[in-house]
C-alpha cells in the first residue's frame, strides 16, 4: 500500500552533519503522519521525530535542539536535517509512515533503513 525508501545516511565526524530524505509511494493519500526512528545495535527501536499532515511536530528529548524534522513540498516526503551529531547517534534510521483508519486501529509502514555512524 506505502512504499518508503531512505537515503542520506553515511560517515561523519562527531560535531558533524547530515541530512535524511525519505519518499513514499503508493497510496500516498493515506498517510496521516511521517517520522524517524532509529535503532542502535542491542537496543530497541527508538522514535527520533514524526510530523503530522498539519505542521505539528514532536520529538526526543535527546535530539532537541540539534534535529529538525520538516515535510517536503510534495506530499509523502520528509527530512532529517542532524546537526551537531555525536556517536551515540549511530545506528540504522528508519522512516515510518502512519495511516490511522480510526481511533482504534493504526497502520505502521517502514522504510529499509539508512546507515548513520558518528566517529570520535
Known amino acids: 500500500q506505502v512504499q518508503l525508501v531512505e537515503s542520506g545516511g553515511g560517515l561523519v565526524q562527531a560535531g558533524g552533519s547530515l541530512r535524511l530524505s525519505c519518499a513514499a509511494s503508493g497510496s500516498i493519500f493515506s498517510i496521516d503522519a511521517m517520522g524517524w526512528y532509529r535503532q542502535a545495535p542491542g537496543k530497541q527501536r527508538e522514535l527520533v521525530a514524526d510530523?503530522?499532515?498539519?505542521?505539528?511536530?514532536n520529538y526526543k528529548d535527546f535530539v532537541k535542539g540539534r534535529f529538525t524534522i520538516s515535510r517536503g513540498n510534495a506530499k509523502g516526503t520528509v527530512y532529517l536535517q542532524m546537526n551537531s551529531l555525536k556517536p551515540e547517534d549511530s545506528g540504522y534510521y528508519y522512516c515510518n509512515a502512519q495511516n490511522r483508519v480510526s481511533p482504534d486501529e493504526e497502520y505502521d509502514y517502514w522504510g529499509q533503513g539508512t546507515q548513520v555512524t558518528v566517529s570520535s
Open positions: 510530523i503530522t499532515n498539519s505542521g505539528r511536530t
